[in-house]
């Protein structure tokens, strides 16, 4: 059994736009490889390429040069698409239908048997929070209950594969944590999960790996812990004494022994030594600005 189920092979995007029909490159000899059973991130700024990436991935635009394969076969196969799941990033949705209406036509539409298609819908409605939703019309819904919605019709079909385009947009903090809890819970069944966002703390949570594109360019892939240099960038140094707490931010080289040890001799307490090595949002600012 292949191990990887989406590829991007050398992808590149350039489109004619204005008057002029200036070349812009939105996505330049990008490749990556997402494998089977993994939650992947796919990192990068506004305007870095992600969209149009998945755009082509997805089969919905062409692109420029280069190839990709969805699931052991070439981007745009009709076969491919049956195990796959989508949530693009502006989902259009009837305004009129109720969530149950719009569910069983995303099922119709995946070849999902009438006769299994009200249940499936029930399940996954109460599995994205729109319990108390039921019966009411689209147009009605916020941001995030669409969001909720995008969600449930592209697991109607039972996909193997789930790619989400920033699947966190217009979720509270509440529905940023019932994604990632239904992300983690999709991989647990054995579905691989493909995702691109800009909301740091929820790949860290949940990434198996990521991969950072800037200026339609991947520049990083792999798992965190091997992503993130290991050097102790600063150490934190809470101190307390008459007047209060302090806290001292000492740089990466600093003798913190010695520091602590001045600090004791002149009567002060020790209340807390905190190392800082990189985080992702260290890693990312530095691709970023390269």
Known sequence: MN??????EHLSKTFAVGFFRKKVRAVDDLSLEVKRGEIFGFLGPNGAGKTTTIKMLMGLIFPTSGTGHVLGKPIGNIEAKRGLGFLPETPYFYDYLTPEEFLDLA????DVPKASRKKRADELIERVGLGDARGRALRKF????LQRVGIAQALMHEPELVVLDEPMTGLDPIGRKEMRDLILELRKEGKTIFF???????VELICDRVGIVVGGRIRDVGKLS????PRL?????VLKNGAGEKVHALPGDADVDAFVRDALARGEHLVSVTPRRESLEDLFVRESRK
């Not at 191990?3 to 991007?8: F, K």
């Not at 691109?196 to 929820?202: A, K, N, R, V």
């Open 3 to 8: 191990d990887v189920v989406l590829s991007a």
């Open 196 to 202: 691109s966002t800009h909301i740091l703390s929820d």
């Open 107 to 110: 099922g119709a539409l995946a």
């Open 226 to 229: 091997e992503l993130l240099s």
């Open 233 to 237: 960038l600063a150490t934190e140094v």
């Open 142 to 145: 916020s941001k995030g209950m």
